[in-house]
């Protein structure tokens, strides 16, 4: 078979051929040397997923304030309640009283009532966060997979945080708790056993400070790994916050109702 001149048959190799092939890959081992591929430009953006899991769970604030916004407003506009609830109660077709006090009374049974329907509606919000976020932080087993000091510390907060709520409703009552002395209602007589006679603040606002000693003692219980990612001791302090101002805001209470129990 005759061959074109110049061409070169493909199980031949021109002469050199095999040196040419070893001069190309020493080249590019000295170019792959001498230009490294950047490390510090990583080739996917990284991000920070618990932070985004922390500002996707702050959905919670707004539940954790609800309570404190309509004490504030019961607060500093009492007449205003006391208005409404006359309008609730002839529109349900009940009998409104005549004299004040009677309709102080009134104004503390649908504070209480309200009051109670917001903690339902706070708790279940509470619920639902731990269900998205942390979903094992609220059964039996992720409880008592927290260290021993956290389980005998928060149990301990949270039997001396209730215990000074039902201290407090059997030292003043319905009216004496839900701002019967705002609202005119009758009211029994000062107070000064338990639990207002435990010294410092927790004296001066026993419910407030119960209910913070059951906030902080459900973080240890409940605060586990995946909870703490998405912020839920931050949201406890948020909480607490939200107590502390409330409980500054009523600090006038005790003045006001001693001068006005000094007077019957």
């Keep these: 078979m005759a061959r074109r001149r110049g061409a070169i048959p493909a199980d031949d190799h021109p002469p050199g051929s095999d040196a040419y092939h070893m001069l190309d890959r020493r ?11 950047r490390r510090d430009a990583p080739s996917e953006v990284h991000v920070d997923s618990s932070r985004n899991t922390m500002v996707e769970g702050l ?8 309570p404190h916004v ?7 506009n009492p007449n205003a309640w ?10 349900l ?4 009283p005549a004299d004040k006090a009677g309709q102080g009374d009134q104004a503390c049974k649908y504070m209480a009532t309200m009051a109670h329907l917001i903690k339902m509606i706070q708790a279940t919000s509470v619920i639902a966060w731990f269900l998205v976020h942390s979903p ?8 008592l997979s927290m260290p021993l000091w956290r389980l005998v510390l928060g149990a301990t907060m949270g039997l001396l945080g209730q215990s000074l709520n039902a201290g407090i409703y059997a030292a003043i009552g319905r009216n004496g708790v839900y701002y019967g002395n705002c609202f005119g209602a009758p009211l ?3 107070c000064s056993g338990f639990p207002f006679n435990i010294p410092g603040v927790v004296g001066r606002h026993p419910q407030y400070s119960g209910v913070l000693l059951s906030i902080w003692g459900g973080v240890l219980l409940t605060a586990d790994e995946a909870a703490t990612a998405a912020g839920f001791p931050q949201l406890a302090i948020l909480w607490s916050i939200f107590y502390v101002l409330t409980g500054i805001q009523e600090q006038s209470e005790s003045t006001d109702r001693g001068a006005a129990s000094k007077a019957q």
């Excluded at 080249?27 to 591929?37: D, G, K, N």
């Excluded at 959905?59 to 609800?66: H, N, T, V, Y």
């Excluded at 309509?70 to 500093?76: D, N, P």
């Design 93 to 96: 077709g009940g009998k409104w």
């Design 70 to 76: 309509f004490y504030l407003w019961l607060w500093t």
């Design 82 to 91: 006391i208005a409404v609830t006359g309008s609730v109660t002839r529109l």
């Design 27 to 37: 080249l590019a081992s000295l170019s792959a040397s001498a230009f490294p591929a």
């Design 136 to 143: 094992g932080a609220l059964t039996p087993s992720g409880v």
């Design 59 to 66: 959905w919670l604030i707004p539940f954790l304030a609800l």
């Design 188 to 190: 029994g007589p000062w």
